[in-house]
């Protein structure tokens, strides 16, 4: 034995004596690791290198934001929203805006909501683009995390123009929007779109019938319809298992049920059909994009309902009315009739559902936010269970996690 | 959004199949609602599951509502949401629990969203789940004292967050699992 041997054999651990359980080797993976996509910490059992067992730990980026929701007034809410998933933040708005909207019993106008479908959707879009593109670079793809991280920012530059922030956007109101859609909006639109597409296109070239790519995602992570609904699955990884469950054709909401889209679906449940199924949503969401700008219709943007939206300035300085509005919604805030409500939306990785308690005062009684990535990560014991170390990095990034919407 | 009474299928055969423990229904904004009573959750919550009128596979979200300061007796309010994707209808059952006694049995074996959903909602409001084989806190962490959504825990209440002698433990290197 070399003297170099030697030294390193010293440096090694000796193998475990005697017939005890040793072969089980606990190894803890996060809450600091690249592949973790923020915080969370998996306590993991390998048995060489097979995972025989796994127990996810999560909250390290628990704000309170319920909490502060429920000492705030129902319109400080709105910002808190922004930082729940926070690579989509204005479904994350338009989900709670519409609860209040439905608390009240109101609509925004149709104007208003078109242009909520046109900015969900593109949030959408950005979702979908940050997943696949993390989750392909984490296999080894890289060029597609800068390509799709690209054309996000194309994207994120047409939400700067709308609502003045690319990710704490805080753009919805109850009854309407913040701001109307800039001149020329649809020129820039349909050129960032034509852009994405050709992304799209070229990516899907690349990556879709890449044999390394198919290799680590094919067949991974793959889990049963019944279990992914008895696990509280939503969106794209619920339609992955071959359920078509979309909130936006289930329940509809806004003016989605104008509009002409296809729910894509897989039949396996793997990290493949979810990559598939984003890629296919991303296409959809470009035509409902397309569709909901040719049949914007002109009119206001805001709701004219009293108490809901401060009145004009010369309203405040001409009329009693105004000025006591104006009054009543800065000293006392949104006032939403007693009662409770629960709307569903569609969001960026499944069902976002905004559950709100009024007693009529003015203080929400309870703001409660659905997280649709509480229940992946929950499961992701059963779906990584059997599987090789390497391929928690596939699976967790085809759930796509995230810290903000999570933990809340 | 106005719903007829006899549109609401899950409320008339909740009514007929359990009629002692219904004790409100409402239909406020279009989102069905039936109130019942503590002891039968697990008789009814196996119902809405397995029986054909009903099919709500799903668990949508489960959560509380604390009533301190609307002086409401009892304080909590247990908060379900189910989907069926089959009939393409949702429900919302709730139970009230006293602040005395803020048990309920745990709809564990039933779904399997459960589990995380009745620890968050244990760490959250303290609200205990009776055969719940692992009700640990999941937001907090196990050395906080108090439970964070209630109405009378403070909003600027700070706790300091571990001994370094406890990390120091923690991060201690054992071989043995």
Partial sequence: MSLATQQLSSLVTPPPQGDSDTSIMKIEIGPSHPAMHGIVRFTTYLDGELIVGMEPEIGYLHRGFEKESENSKWIQVVPYTDRLNYVSPLLNNIGYSMAVEKLYGIEAPRRAEFTRVIMGEISRITDHLTCVGAASMEVGAFTFFLWFIKAREYLWELVEEVTGARLTTNWTRFGGNATDIPDGFFDALQERLDKVKDIMDECDKLLTRNKIFIDRVKDVGTFSKEDAISFGFTGPMLRACGVPYDVRRADPYSVYDEIDFEIPIGSTGDCFDRYLVRMEEIRQSISIIEQAADMMPAGPIMTDERLMHYPDKKEVYGNIEGLIDHFKLVMEGHQPPEGEVYLPTEGGNGEIGFYLVSDGSGDPVRVRMRPACFNYVEAMPAMTVGHYVADIVPIFGSVNMIGGELDR | ?177
């Fill in chain 2, 1 to 177: 959004m106005t719903t007829t009474d006899s549109e609401l299928v899950t409320t008339s055969l909740l009514k007929k199949n359990f009629p002692k423990s219904i004790l409100e229904t409402h239909c406020h904004r279009g989102d069905e609602t039936v109130v019942i009573d503590r002891k039968d959750l697990l008789s009814i919550c196996e119902f809405l599951r397995d029986d054909e009128g009903c099919s709500y596979e799903m668990l949508v979200d489960l959560t509380a509502v604390d009533l301190l300061e609307q002086n409401r007796t009892p304080r909590f309010e247990m908060v379900y949401h189910f989907k069926s994707l089959r009939h393409g209808k949702r429900i919302r059952v709730k139970v009230r629990l006293d602040e005395q006694d803020c048990s309920i049995d745990s709809i564990y074996h039933l779904w399997k969203a459960v589990d995380w959903y009745e620890r968050e909602c244990f760490d959250m409001y303290g609200i205990h789940f009776n055969n719940h084989p692992d009700l640990r806190r999941i937001l907090m962490y196990d050395q906080f004292e108090g439970h964070p959504l209630r109405k009378d825990y403070p909003m600027d209440r700070q706790q300091p967050i571990e001994e370094l002698r406890e990390i120091e433990e923690r991060y201690h290197y054992q071989r043995d699992v």
